[in-house]
């Protein structure tokens, strides 16, 4: 792994980190399930799931004894991450849809068949091998990716117009089109990594421009979601000036 491609992926590690400690703060103040839903989310899929990828694909003899162990608890971290992140698409976006509890239930079924499917077929003995069971967890959590994507732009789009009139903080709202745009970056890499891997039959790690693609969108991500979380002084002068603008 390059240089460049190291710092795209410690970026948004690290980014996933800070925000879902945050958000876990926060919770403990407010109690609120949203955000302990989307601290579960950053965090599962970004550094508890990355941790545990890291020392499952590690060459050391003590760690190398312990892979299957940590690839399996690697899977187990991001798939609760990625059913969390679904979890909070449905309460705070979609929460009066009868049919969405259901199908929530089916993709609970589908992640744990997942894991049941790559601990039959693989054994977790190795991160190279692109079983169906982890085919089937990549492209669940893209697509719940993806939807949280389009569902918080579309919040940003209704939300907008009353920032403008006054009727709404125009942080929040522009919360909404950052956590939309960086999640959807995500997304994007991911749907792109498993869209090649498919074709390929190989494991990511194994195809350098797929590689350097989830840097890229993982950096992207990372950049955005600090924005979003973790705004600077000079951003929220930005955002709030235009806010002030006549509506049109």
């Not at 103040?29 to 545990?52: D, K, M, N, T, W």
């Not at 744990?112 to 692109?130: M, Q, Y």
């Not at 709030?240 to 603008?245: F, G, K």
């Amino acid at each position: 792994m390059g240089f460049w491609t190291a710092v795209g992926f410690i970026a948004f590690l690290v980014s996933s980190l800070v925000i879902g400690i945050r958000l876990l703060v926060l919770w403990s103040r407010s109690r609120q399930l949203p955000e302990l839903l989307i601290a579960c989310g950053i965090l599962g899929i970004g550094p508890v799931g990355f941790a545990f990828t890291l020392a499952g694909t590690s060459s050391g003899e003590t760690l190398s004894a312990l892979a299957p162990v940590c690839l399996a608890a690697a899977l187990f971290s991001t798939s609760a991450g990625a059913f969390a992140a679904a979890i909070f698409n449905w309460k705070v976006f979609r929460s009066d849809v009868p049919w969405l509890p259901p199908v929530l239930g089916v993709v609970a079924a589908l992640f744990l068949g997942s894991l049941v499917h790559e601990a039959i077929s693989t054994g977790f003995a190795d991160a190279t091998v692109v079983g169906s069971g982890f085919r089937l967890h990549s492209v669940l959590s893209t697509a719940i990716l993806l939807w949280g994507a389009a569902e918080s732009l579309r919040y940003f789009a209704m939300m907008r117009r009353r920032a403008k009139l006054g009727l709404a903080d125009p942080l929040v709202t522009n919360r909404f089109l950052l956590w939309g745009l960086g999640i959807g970056a995500a997304g994007v890499g991911s749907a792109i990594s498993v869209i090649a891997c498919t074709i390929t039959g190989q494991h990511m790690l194994s195809i350098p421009w797929v590689t350097a693609s989830n840097s890229f969108h993982g950096f992207t991500a990372a950049v955005l979601m600090w924005v979003a979380f973790i705004p600077p002084g000079f951003y929220r002068r930005f955002v709030e000036s235009r806010s002030q603008q006549p509506a049109v």
